[in-house]
C-alpha cells in the first residue's frame, strides 16, 4: 500500500500566506522610504529600536540612514515571495512551501545585515 503526502494548498492559505508577505513588504518599504530620508520618527514600536539607536534624534536617523538600502532589498524580497505565493498552481504545495521558508530566511538574514550596518559609525560600535 501506497501512501501519497501531495495535495492541494487551499487558496485561502495560499493568499493568507502571500499577503503577509506583502504586508511585510509594504511594512519594510515605508521604513526604508522613510528611514533613508530622515522622516521615520523615534518611536517603540516600529524601526531599528535598539538602546544605541533610540539614545537620540540623530544615532535614529543614522542607523536608518544606513540600513535603508538593506531594507529596500529585503522589502523587495518579501513582495516577489508574496506575489508568486500567490500566483503559484495551488497543486504545487512544495514550491509554495519553499517560496514561503527561503523568503522568511533572506528576510531575517537582510534585517540582520541592515541592523549591523545601519549601526556602524553610531559611538560604542
Same mark, same amino acid.
Given at each position: ?5 501531495? $495535495? *492541494?494548498?487551499?487558496?485561502? *492559505?495560499?493568499?493568507? +500566506?502571500?499577503?503577509?508577505? +506583502? ?21 517603540? %514600536? ?13 544615532? %535614529? #536617523?543614522? *542607523? ?7 531594507? %529596500? *532589498? ?7 515571495? $508574496? ?10 504545495? %512544495? ?16 534585517? #540582520? ?10 559611538? $560604542?560600535?
Amino acid at each position: 500500500m501506497r501512501h501519497e503526502t501531495g $495535495g *492541494v494548498v487551499p487558496l485561502s *492559505v495560499q493568499i493568507a +500566506l502571500g499577503a503577509s508577505h +506583502l504586508i511585510v513588504a509594504l511594512v519594510q518599504g515605508v521604513i526604508a522610504h522613510r528611514g533613508a530620508r530622515g522622516k521615520l520618527p523615534r518611536n517603540h %514600536w516600529i524601526g531599528f529600536r535598539g538602546a544605541r539607536s533610540l539614545s537620540s534624534e540623530s544615532a %535614529w #536617523i543614522h *542607523v536608518h540612514r544606513r540600513a535603508a538600502p538593506l531594507t %529596500w *532589498v529585503s522589502s523587495a524580497v518579501a513582495f516577489f515571495a $508574496g506575489s508568486a505565493i500567490i500566483l503559484l498552481d495551488g497543486s504545487n504545495e %512544495w514550491m509554495i512551501l519553499a517560496t514561503t521558508l527561503v523568503a522568511a530566511f533572506a528576510i531575517i538574514i537582510l534585517m #540582520i545585515m541592515a541592523w549591523k550596518v545601519g549601526h556602524q559609525g553610531l559611538p $560604542g560600535s
